[in-house]
DNA sequence: GAGTTCACTCTACAGCGGTTGACCTTTGCT
DNA sequence: AGCAAAGGTCAACCGCTGTAGAGTGAACTC
């Protein structure tokens, strides 16, 4: 493909075709899931030939490890004091689904986590474990550690119905909408169990 | 397949490879997910010949049809009243995975929910839909349909968190510890958003 | 300006997987 | 017994998809 653009240096060249393809690509895994996204049809949409896909990437598989990704977590997160989590971890979640790359990548990643081996590895490892220390770190008391993993559990089932899924009332929901609703549930998680 | 039982009458060995078919079908529907379940490998964990899955579900589609549903929820749902929600979703949730053929159909749905259209359409229409209205009928207040919305969200990353991705302190859990963290959090969205 | 390198394309292979139609074999009816 | 029907098998087709290898033309180097 490459537009009308002059005079591109080869490495300036070879990134932008990178940068198209791992577009697609992104773009093909979070609607369709790793099984159903062809490499010719990622290659086409990119404007390319398949065989250039493989030479980048070596793989499909390659170029799903590539795609899928979910970006650190903001150290909100890390440094919150117990009665913050629930606001942070919410911040967290909306900025890194409306981030335009990140959030298709995240949004790849989570389509194929229940049917794709590495993917499900990777969010449950690293996408899940890490939440649930990250609260579990905050918390005290008993039962700190399966509260963790609720947590962690409920954020992955809004984001779910919200951006895969999309379940009508939560994903037509505001982020003020979100924060009204969910932070008093996820206070009740954090709080140490009153009574 | 059709063990060394003897003198069976042709509707009951119908019956009978059907159902091996079918269990067989919701294992690995369950298991892999739709497009990683190949028919040969139904047929060949049913000791039966591919051709003979066509013959009686017609194609792919209609054995996943066959093998992926998602029972009627208990009636408890319906009737109880706001402060009885908690405890009668998670018991529905309880019992309805841990039912040896039921449970494999709905995790055979769920598996599949994010990456195939149909189970996509059945878990949000049906199954997301249907919690919701029905947790909605039992709410007042703002901000009712979105609370209820919420609720089926958080019904559904406790059910992928413990039976589809199995992540670690969620899926260990006893029945009763879970009722222990879950009804509060629950309580916390079916409660009218004490100011 | 000639040769090399590199991005890129074309063509083809090989395997898999859903689906089909012809065939066999046992059951049930008369 | 004999015929029809239904359960079940076999072999094959056909399209799709990941992948590999040879080739091409433009960009860089000297």
Redesign the interface.
Known sequence: MTTEGEHLTREERRRRTEAAILASARHAFAT??F??TTIRAVAADAGVDPALVMQHYGSKEGLFAASAAWAEQHESMLTAAPADLPRAALDDLLSRFEDPAGGEAAIAL??????HPVA?RV??DDV??DR?AAVEAALEGP?A??????F???????S???Y???????CD?TAE??H???E??????VEP?TA
Request: hydrophobic share 55%; glycine share 6%.
């Open positions: 369709s899931g099984e159903r989570m389509r194929s986590c229940l049917t499900a969010m449950r899940m474990c649930k039962d550690a399966l509260r963790a993993g609720v962690a559990a409920v954020m992955m089932g809004l779910m119905a919200r895969l899924l999309e379940v009508p009332p939560v929901a909408e979100l009204r609703v969910v008093p549930l996820l206070r009740a998680l169990p």
